[in-house]
């Protein structure tokens, strides 16, 4: 007889809450208890809840985005022992299939309040926002953000194996050093942090040890991957992840039905619960003989594919919107390539919100094109134009469609939403003025 | 009777120095005259010489790419006019084809010494170093980086139309600051600079004020492209250019053979000479039609195409060699995903400068993965493993080939060659080095 | 609120014999009652049986294929009634999703003996053989057929609307026909049959009709699509299908996990019970606004995709193993193309039967390349490189690797089986033969 | 130094007869002697004519097709001799670029006259007809199909070794068969022929020996592939050739700058005359160490490509115009799918035999769907919509626009031509007309 059923190692409940579920945990920390054992070459299932833990809801209002607990997020699942697995071993992880459950046939992408969270664009897009997804199969649409239709690269955001407790000490170390430097209006980075930790099976000293040095699981780092964000690994990705502690203690959550590059509005893919089914296998002393410092994968090879002929592809350069130029500065050049994209898409009717969330999880190609060339670093970014169910390609003027209104806090309504306040009578270039009032 | 022949509107001879070609010019500047006229739909062919003007030899030695003189670049061909084209409209230009000078089948990558230009790494590579292409067909192959081959995603680095007067001025103001302001121990941007200016056809007055005010082609600008060097910019492709001056006064130049992401050694892709055939026509309004600020393009549907699962694919962050947290900073973190590739092919028998050499110009893609996870950006970079003729795939331990060398200064030996100076003995992460002794 | 749960109008249970079950039938007929009523713009799930009913086990023997009912197969899921859909209506069928039931992640490939249904190449291969395929999220793979992997082009066998009475009793007649006319010494066309007729929920003298007059399932047909067996009517994929009969009597069923072009071996996809996705709507007067008489189709975005360099092709002509010229024959040049694929693969240990059993169910692209060259039709096989976990290209003598055995009916042996009898000793082309003994 | 120039071993001139070139041959037969030495591994250019030999004329009337002499045609430049090669080893061919001559930027796709060549479809469309199509760079369009424009899958129609004296006896044999016990009212095959015999540099006997023994050129033949007419061999193939007489004797022609699968009119690619770059290897007892009978290939990576979603799929079934049911006959069926594709695009206000011209040499997509569903083959017809400037997807009644006319014959007219004669009034399926009137 053959397989009969994958093991499910991992359930969840949407109706107990995330810091209930003793296999969920939200912190890196290499004391935290094993959630479960799974064999070298196993298959298995694993349930995730969203990453907010259940906070946002299938509603019409942005107001649990706008106050969102950020301290009550990444409850991820594990961390799980490997059979076999030990330091200097790398783990292959092979993703069989991600999944909403399904009873949630559904996911939220989210604009954070400037703020609380904000975004890769809170300059421009200070307020709370939201699209609801409604999930058929492989496709998803918003009653938010009409006229749209993709499939999913479905993907979990976060996956890596536990620090050792010499690696968490170089991160605590080195993100403290960025925060005690800092000198921008603005938070650059999380310490650890007692408030809401998670520690999963934990308790006593040992939960008390976790939530005092455990990393915060936002930043994806180096050294084991974590929160990456890579839209593409996605169904049939095979992921090698660097092992720093006996069993690996796996873990992995934040499950997105898609994203595109960048994840732009933070809470920017399609987020949701769901179940991912991985393959294990440990490859034993294989960061030495890879040579490996970060993960590395190889996609699948079912990626929803369009042909090149169908990315929209907008060009942006590291000169700001106020007119200033910066030396090589790639995450300038992104912010202003996506901002030529919202000026060509709100000509159809959208809102700029809608489209800031929707290029937040649209399958968008986000490439570095020119590195070299000083002072403009040039990136690029290409937008499926088959996702939408009118032509948006450069023929000429556009005629608006009825686009309705994503959703908003209590009070804040489409067409009056505040965008950049100020900051909004921006110029750029030539003298030309990059945003006009609506 | 249909079409017999195209037009070829500028033809160039390699027996010529650059500077006496009549139809070339290596400035930006509205008053270079026009090098020809060409009609509203018309297709024709321009020849270009490769980027440095003929200045690096086909022979084993980076003599010439240690002593090269970067005031003598970038000659492009043009300007046109192209017929009824006025500020405002859009130029749509179809890439019909490149391809490189019949009687030149062969193209160059080079490594400037970190003295005389530089390159994204070269603060662990400072010497010069250079690899040759042969062209065979759609192919290309280098004596200099043994076991691969791949074909050319070919395109021109450098496309555009000239600037008006009051563009002009605003790039050399906002450039002119960012270099007053300049603190760190390099150069940030190229002023104005009358030695070596060529201005086409004009003499006199107008030569000096061109040579005097026109900006440098070494960067790309938002207002009308430029040098952008973007891989997918290839045959096929349907790139809408801003018109700023009557007559649009239409360049193109420095053609590349095949480029990866980045073009990371700056001079960075197979650099050639060659011809392009192109489809112009005017979309009168364009830029009010399709709020454009800046370029757009769709690529053309010949891309070479591997399948995704045939990318291996590199993660990094943005926490530099030397341990340090960088706050959001996709540059730091592409240069870290380069690095991490590096290493790995390192293991095959490639010396560092071969890799920095082949990820310069083979079609690599960068992508920005996650840009929101404070404080870390995420890049990818995916290695195509189908240009090797071997199997590179990450199975276990590498077995090093012969792999030769390529071309270095005289004196300078594959194995003694300079790999950062006292900055090679660099730390990485939790303690791990990130770059043994060879 | 929106979406939360896509309501499945077809349950099937594998516990209960498939002619109990109300919501099926296995005969094409425009009298079966409806199984249930769907909206115009609705999405539903559809649960379906295998093809076979439930008649093949997960085991090791192939008596069950030895002994296969060919009267008890093909249990449709339906006829549903699509509101408003009317005859001359194009009934669009948007295939948001295919999976194989979750208590039942496995599936078969089964060759058929050559006296008791046969197959594609059956004159070689007369025996019955089996391979059991488990399911692991997108990815099969069989513990009869080693060293393969590969992702699901998951899709309906057979999906179509019901005939009209006018329809029906065409393709009786002409149907008819041809088993008059039959000079073959094998079964050309099955004509209704009452044994083991299933007519859904009808009872008494329409059941009778039904089960008397009802056109059987195994041809596709040009009127309404039906068995079709096309590999690429996969997820995403949007089907456009002849309406006959007032609301429609749209049915589905023999889902396909995965399939080859040409499905060969008749048995040959991987089959599997499981449950359709699907999005349904009316396009009034579609027929006659769309010129159609036969259905079509868009395919989905999300097919797997190697790259073409990625597929090893193979040739083939319409002469046949006798060495016998065929005058344009693209059904001989298809089988000989197999032929020589399967010549290619057994040089890696795999038997003939294990070849057969895979070229029927792994995606490989069956093309037409010439049809006009008299006297020889071309066609081409393209044989997917990557669902082999070792190097299949053709780079020399292959080395065998250990291919344990596909499953046989008790008593016969890999490496004893019947190979085409007194058949086998062909010759081939200019003297050449054809098929070693093993 | 490295490559400079690749040698061209067959210059042709447009000016000259095809048959007073020494280095072309129009008939297989293995003692043609060598028009030049190759070396193994070597890469050379090769100028070939078109295959009618310089019959064709751009210009807007179909009177040379329709006169067209099929003695003088497939005028193939060879053979050649492979240094090393002998009978038993694999030729493997690289096509490292195929182009049109530089002086002839066109080409032409022409259907016979019934009577004269005839076609896939000749039941159908007894004229002659033509196109002539115009290549700017990468990409053809005509000014006898309106509307659409694409890039080339160029690619030889002819490519292989020559036979053995035992192969080709063999092939006149069994062809000879073929012809004696034929029936049809139509030519079969051509038996050999020597009248317009080209054989090369032979004089005198062996010229005569050639003429009377050489077999024809339009079959392709599974021993050695010749005109097997695969629009996938294209740039960057590798093609597996199997090597029958001592230094193989290569030949090469029949360039096209596109085909669909099937090259439907006969005369249905896009002819052109132009020059291939070719690698060769030899493999040393290539065929039995990859148990070779007919040739195999590898495609390369540049296919032009749309995304699965862009190719609107036409489905075809073995039951004829007449609404005969015909057993598992893919040739039928294969038939019917391009019939229906015809009705569809002619609701767009072409012509049928613009269609019928332009789905002989569009990259058009002809699969064998399922073969083994008694007693109806299906085959699929995929046409990429994105090769049209207008938008062709099914969502209603389409809009004619003004289409022009194809070349034809003099005294013929666009909307005058001949349909079938006395058979166009054919029915289809139930009762449903097929073919109206126009």
Redesign the interface.
């Known amino acids: ?6 093991r499910n190692v991992c359930k969840v409940s949407l109706d107990i809450p995330a810091e209930k579920h003793e296999k969920l945990h939200n912190r890196w920390h290499p004391d935290i208890p094993f959630a479960g054992t799974i064999k070298n070459g196993e ?1 298995v299932k694993i349930e995730c809840l969203d990453w907010t833990g259940g906070q946002i809801g ?2 019409d209002s942005a107001d649990d985005l706008n106050n969102v607990d950020l301290t009550k997020i990444h409850y991820l699942s594990g961390p799980f022992e490997i059979e076999s697995a030990e330091p200097g071993d790398v783990l292959l992880v092979e ?3 991600v999944q909403p459950l399904q ?4 996911g939220f992408t989210g604009v954070f309040a400037k703020e609380n969270g904000g ?2 664009l809170d300059e421009f897009y200070p307020t709370a926002a939201k699209a ?1 997804w ?6 998803c649409s918003s ?1 938010h953000i009409p006229h749209v239709k993709f ?1 999913g690269l479905i993907h979990p955001g976060i996956i890596g194996c536990a ?2 407790a ?2 968490l ?3 605590n170390k ?2 403290g ?2 925060i005690a430097a ?1 000198k ?1 209006d603005r ?4 310490p650890p942090n007692t408030k809401n930790a998670h520690a999963g099976s934990a308790s006593g000293d040992i939960k008390e040890k976790i939530a005092r040095e455990g990393a915060r699981t ?6 084991h ?1 974590g ?6 690994l996605s ?2 990705s095979k992921v ?1 992840l660097p092992v720093h502690v006996p069993g690996a203690k796996f873990s992995v959550g934040d499950l997105h039905f898609s994203q595109g ?6 809470c ?1 893919a399609i987020e949701m619960a769901g179940v991912i ?1 991985i ?1 294990f296998k440990v ?1 034993k002393n ?1 960061m030495a ?29 590291s ?1 700001d919107q106020h ?9 300038v050049a ?1 912010r ?1 390539t996506i901002l ?1 994209c919202i ?2 898409l ?2 159809f009717g959208y809102s700029d919100y809608q489209i800031y969330l929707l290029l937040s999880c649209a399958p968008i ?16 970014l ?1 937008l499926p134009m ?1 996702i939408f169910d009118f ?1 948006i ?2 023929t ?3 005629k608006k469609l009825d686009m309705g209104s994503c959703a908003y806090p209590t009070g804040v309504k489409e067409g009056e939403v505040t965008m950049g306040g100020a900051n909004s009578e921006i110029s ?5 003025t ?1 945003k006009e009032k609506q």
């Open positions: 007889m053959g397989l009969t059923e994958i298959t299938n509603n993703i069989m299939d009873e949630a046939p559904w975004g890769f609801i409604d999930f058929e199969g492989i496709y009653r499939p620090p050792s010499e690696v000490a170089t991160w080195r993100e050093e960025l800092n921008l938070i650059v980075a999380q936002i930043p994806g780092r180096p050294e991957g929160n990456c964000d890579i839209k593409n169904r049939g090698y590059d960048g994840e732009i509005s933070f920017g089914t393959n490859m294989g003989d890879l040579g490996m410092k970060s993960p590395m994968y190889l996609p699948g090879p079912v990626e929803p594919h369009y042909g090149p002929g169908r990315y929209l592809t907008f060009e942006g350069f000169v007119g200033k130029q910066h030396y090589m500065d790639v995450t992104y202003q030529r000026e060509y709100r000509r190609q986000g490439h570095v094109a020119g590195i070299v060339d000083i002072p403009n670093a040039c990136t690029t290409g088959d032509d390609s450069p000429g003027p556009a750029w270039g030539g003298g030309l990059y």
